[in-house]
């Protein structure tokens, strides 16, 4: 599901990328830079430039308390069916790391700046069925403070380049809230194409969603 607070990764997963980490600038150019996880993760609030620099990491065992941001707060997941509990949190992060490490699924960190200890959100890429359909589909999360930095439209441009490098992903597919103003215009921005409405279950809620799908290509 498109989901951020700005996108379902809706629920999300990811492994060790085909393509190697990369660092986005403010403009379109992105340099390759060799993969760390740095010591700890600390989600931090602070004044940042509106060019920062977005790095892009594989989730690891230490972002468990950057998954309860995000995951367990009202605000956060006010366009995904409410918060969830804080007892699955470790499960959900530990399913997501083991896909991750299999290379089944992509759930990357947004870490603003270069240092992957920083964590601003998550960018997500995971097959699954939707009515009897297999399909791709991208989400997306950032928290409140890094919130109009541009940081998830540059997360989910660079994910989209790394899958049509890959190259086993086909179509993707996003789907935000029909209220969330944010990740529906990331989708419009990014040229993805709107399908129409639908009702999506995610969670146990049943969700009214905007259908997007692109193409992607390097």
């Not at 403010?26 to 989600?43: E, I, K, L, R, Y």
Request: hydrophobic share 40%; net charge neutral; glycine share 10%.
């Amino acid at each position: 599901m498109g989901k951020s607070s700005g996108s379902a990764p809706a629920a999300e997963p990811c492994r060790t990328p085909a393509v190697s980490p990369g660092r986005l600038r403010s403009s379109s150019f992105v340099q390759q830079v060799p993969f760390s996880n740095g010591a700890g993760v600390t989600v931090r609030s602070e004044a940042l430039p509106r060019t920062v620099a977005v790095l892009l990491r594989v989730v690891s065992s230490i972002d468990l308390d950057a998954y309860v941001r995000m995951r367990c707060d009202p605000v956060m997941m006010a366009h995904l069916g409410g918060p969830q509990p804080v007892e699955g949190i470790k499960d959900k992060l530990q399913r997501d790391v083991a896909v991750a490490t299999a290379d089944r699924e992509w759930t990357l960190m947004i870490c603003p700046g270069d240092d992957p200890s920083v964590v601003a959100g998550t960018v997500s890429l995971w097959p699954h069925e939707i009515d009897g359909t297999r399909l791709s589909e991208i989400g997306w999360m950032v928290l409140p403070e890094y919130q109009g930095l541009g940081l998830a439209k540059r997360a989910v441009g660079e994910v989209l380049r790394r899958a049509a490098v890959d190259g086993r992903w086909g179509s993707i597919h996003a789907f935000p809230d029909v209220g969330n103003a944010p990740s529906n215009a990331i989708c419009r921005s990014l040229g993805f194409v709107l399908e129409g409405e639908q009702d999506l279950a995610f969670a146990g809620e049943t969700l009214r969603v905007n259908h997007w799908v692109i193409a992607p290509t390097p």
